[in-house]
């Protein structure tokens, strides 16, 4: 699925504001996906115009693209546009210390120019009266392959990490087993909590509960990370102490566990507009 726009603006000067706008707001997208990702030159090719960005995400093991980034002044460009034969070298700034590197294509930028509206006879009317062929720009986002590649990019082997703002979930839930003493101790606790959690004004609709108390709390902590959460609360045997607490992991740090009580959970989750990005947690961890 692709999510394409095209500009028509009736000056040179107003169909490159076009341009800068939507490669601006390809890098809030980006930006909000918490991806490391690469504004490339890129060939204008068979489509034509006057110039070409892409927008790639680092990715050695299945990148179609290859990309030249100079650690110079930091431009990068798709190396097709290299000459071949020639020792790389940047076009802004002349340096040849450059990296290259693979990476998957996830969104492009096309400045048109008259190419198409003058063969179509696509006008507008200035105020003399005069027709003149419109300024075209042609943009397009791969949403099912930008999903794909993110996945691809931010994952290990054992399990998906998916980019906080479209996981399925922001926070899964795993209550005790069915018949543990921890089950005995907290009772309806699971169900409490996860509704306390859904009641924050940010976290409607982002809470799942794994409820499938057949399973050991290990198996279900397995799946949850293959799933990709972006955080784990597991309600464990600190949860049916005097004051209980809970275990909380996060997916952008495997290594960070919390041990909060009720409150502190609620009030660590209800803090964070920009929950689980990390600000929050390495904060935490300092204090």
């Known amino acids: 699925m692709m999510n394409d726009l095209y500009t028509f603006d009736n000056s040179e000067a107003a169909a490159r504001e076009s341009y800068v706008a939507i490669c601006l707001a390809y890098d809030k997208i980006l930006r909000r996906l ?3 990702y690469v504004k490339a030159k890129g060939s204008v090719g068979s489509m034509g115009g006057s110039e070409s960005h892409e927008f790639l995400l680092p990715c050695d093991t ?3 693209d290859t990309v030249l980034v100079c650690q110079s002044c930091h431009a990068a460009i798709n190396a097709e546009l290299q000459s071949d034969g020639t020792e790389p070298s940047c076009q802004e700034c002349s340096s040849k210390n450059s990296t290259s590197g693979r990476a998957i294509e996830i969104a492009h930028a096309f400045l048109l120019d008259k190419k198409y509206s003058a063969q179509f006879s696509a006008e507008f009317t200035s105020p003399d009266g005069k027709p003149h062929p419109l300024q075209m720009g042609c943009f397009g986002i791969g949403v099912t392959r930008l999903i794909s ?3 691809e990019v ?4 054992e399990e998906i990490r998916w980019p906080r703002a479209i996981a399925p979930y922001l ?3 795993i209550s005790p087993k069915a018949g543990s003493k921890e089950a005995l101790a907290v009772g309806p606790l699971p169900e409490i909590l996860s509704q306390q959690l859904s009641e924050l004004p940010h976290m409607d609709d982002e809470i799942v509960l794994d409820d499938r108390q057949d399973l050991t709390i290990g198996k279900r902590l397995m799946d949850a990370k293959k799933s ?4 784990i609360v597991v309600i464990g045997k600190t949860a ?3 004051v209980p607490k809970f275990e909380v992991r996060f997916r952008h740090d ?7 009580t009720s409150s502190d959970l609620l009030d660590f989750f209800r803090a964070q507009e920009v929950l689980l990005s990390g600000i929050g947690t390495v904060a935490l961890r300092g204090s």
């Not at 931010?154 to 082997?157: D, E, N």
């Not at 990709?228 to 955080?231: I, L, T």
């Not at 495997?254 to 909060?260: A, E, G, I, R, T």
Request: glycine share 6%.
């Open 34 to 36: 918490e991806l490391s």
């Open 62 to 64: 299945v990148g179609e």
């Open 254 to 260: 495997p290594n960070l566990v919390l041990s909060l």
């Open 154 to 157: 931010l994952s290990s082997s």
């Open 228 to 231: 990709g959460y972006p955080a």
């Open 171 to 173: 926070v899964c839930v």
């Open 149 to 151: 590649a993110a996945v």
């Open 240 to 242: 049916a102490e005097d």
